[in-house]
């Protein structure tokens, strides 16, 4: 039964997400870096949840976060505001 409900979970690896962000693979570095994502480390590789990437759709669509200086100001701004 377990077995089933850990298959109904998708996952992404990064280079997944490098084409679902249109981005490369030392951005989405910096956004697990920056707590934007978390990622399961699986040796040398991270793997991403489905919730993951809709949490940073949602929560950062309408900021620039393209390099670290961005992403502190999306940051701070959504502290702000929360």
């Known amino acids: 039964m377990l ?8 996952t992404y690896t ?6 679902i962000f249109h981005c490369n693979k030392n951005q ?3 956004w ?4 934007l994502l978390k990622g399961l480390r ?5 793997i991403y949840s489905r919730k993951e990437i809709e949490c940073i759709l949602d929560r950062f669509t309408g ?3 393209s390099n670290p200086e961005h992403v502190k100001e ?3 701004d959504l502290e702000n505001n929360e």
């Open 14 to 19: 990064t280079n997944d997400l490098c084409n």
């Open 74 to 76: 999306a940051l701070n």
């Open 28 to 30: 989405i570095t910096m």
């Open 42 to 46: 699986t040796g040398k590789n991270y």
């Open 63 to 65: 900021y620039d976060i």
């Open 3 to 10: 077995k089933d409900s850990v298959n109904l979970v998708p």
């Open 32 to 35: 697990r870096q920056y707590g």
